[in-house]
């Protein structure tokens, strides 16, 4: 089960992960070797060469680019990178969770592409865009049968420009002028399930995720949060900085992961001046989390401190630093490895979760059922997924076909508290809980397998102990699904 074709206006390209790495606090002047090497004499002397002689009359200052950039591209490490200024920029709007744009997070369902999410405070917001609205044309050019990267390029442009978005929302078409300007991606988001627990989502570790996470978390603790996840999932990390400030809310002191330069001599990262919290914590990790988010993650393990739900993560083990260069540009060295506080290697290897859950829906019902959330109502339409209430971005796909409602079987197993199994011998799928076991063989009756997801029939299933409380509607648009236990 993935999550469900979202993209935001702003940032996780593919690259995502390699780029935004575990960086020391700030940019360095790069100092100038005090003596000129052979080596650097004979580049400079091909450039030369290259400049007179080349019928193609290149400039010095795009010699020096491809002579810079080959030079990185022969350590075949992803994670050292030679930038440009207008790339620094780039990279460090990535980093603050920065991007020129309207606002908006975008997702696809089969109408269409439709908007997921306003950020507060972006020209969207202001403009009168809303959650739920379903795109039709971007400058009036219609978005039929486009996906969310067409219509994100559509949408953006140069700062200071406008955009004409028209959408549908119910039964009314509406067009919206939307200004173009830089966007502060939230970094920190917090919620609040019905029974009292808290959640806390983040994006990346800017320079002020630290600071964001204490405000956010005093909130939540104002409002009598019992436990807390704190959601690292697709987090490509950032400053680690950040990640030090953010232990110190559940960690009083200690290290916080062990260095290892070139010539491999350990430099712990120390802190101090912590604390800790009256409620258990529970953290959610994918295969996208890397680099910051495994520094804290790891060592929220290490002490005790949290329980982790998920998938294994990047393994992203490594850390960066950006150095200035005197000519213009930037150049951002991999300096050194790092270790969690117990010592356990991260890079290239990753770290496991303690409960280990496929599945983006899946996950996050595992988690706020170990916290504490006992089977919350359940409701899903094609764009707006709520779990007690509460709008989630991790979705719930329905299938309906054959005069049956089909969800994912991962997420029904999570709500019901049970696990999902393959059954070699059997070629079958096993749902498992407390109340039983119900076996489901691909190509039977009940089951449904697309793109590699396996999907149960509610209406077999709600028959069987396994889902012997299980009470659900489905008008064909909107799915309730919720138990005896659910409020």
Known sequence: MKRKKSM?????????????????????????????????SRVQEVMELLQKKHVSAPSAD????????????????????????????QFEDAVENQYVGIGVRIGLEPEGVYIADVFEGSPAKEAGLAPGDLIVT??????????????????????????VVGVVRGSETKEFTV???????????SRVFPSKVGYLEIASFSSDADELLEKELAELKSQGIRSLILDLRDN?????????????QFVKEGTLIHTLDSSRVDKPVEFSGGTTQPFPLYVLVNENSASASEVLTGALQDYGAAKVIGAHTYGKGSVQSVYELEGGGALKVTIEE???????????????????????LAQLLTALRLAGEKEPVLTADPRITTVGGVMVQDTLDVVREGGQTYVPARALAAYLGGTVQWNEASRSVVLVSADGTTMYTPGEGGFLLKEGTGFVSLNGVSKDAFGSSLQWIDDGRKLTIRTGASK
């Open 62 to 89: 795009a010699l020096s680019d491809a002579a810079v950039k080959a030079m990185v591209e022969s350590l075949e490490d992803p994670y050292t990178q030679y930038f440009t200024p207008e790339e620094l920029q």
């Open 338 to 360: 790092y270790l969690t506080p117990k010592n356990r290697k991260v890079n290239h290897v990753g770290l496991d979760p303690d409960v280990a859950v496929e599945g983006y």
């Open 236 to 248: 490509p990390g950032g400053l680690l900085e950040s990640a030090k400030g953010m232990i110190r």
């Open 138 to 163: 971007v400058g009036g050019t219609s978005v039929a049968g486009k996906k969310t990267g067409e219509v994100a390029e559509l949408i953006a442009g140069e700062p200071g420009t406008t955009v």
């Open 8 to 40: 935001n206006m702003w940032r996780r390209s593919a690259a995502a992960v390699l780029s935004m790495t575990l960086l020391l606090p700030a940019a360095q002047p790069l100092q100038a070797a005090g003596t000129e090497s052979s080596g650097a």
């Open 179 to 189: 200004s173009r300007k830089k966007v502060q991606i939230p970094t920190v988001v």
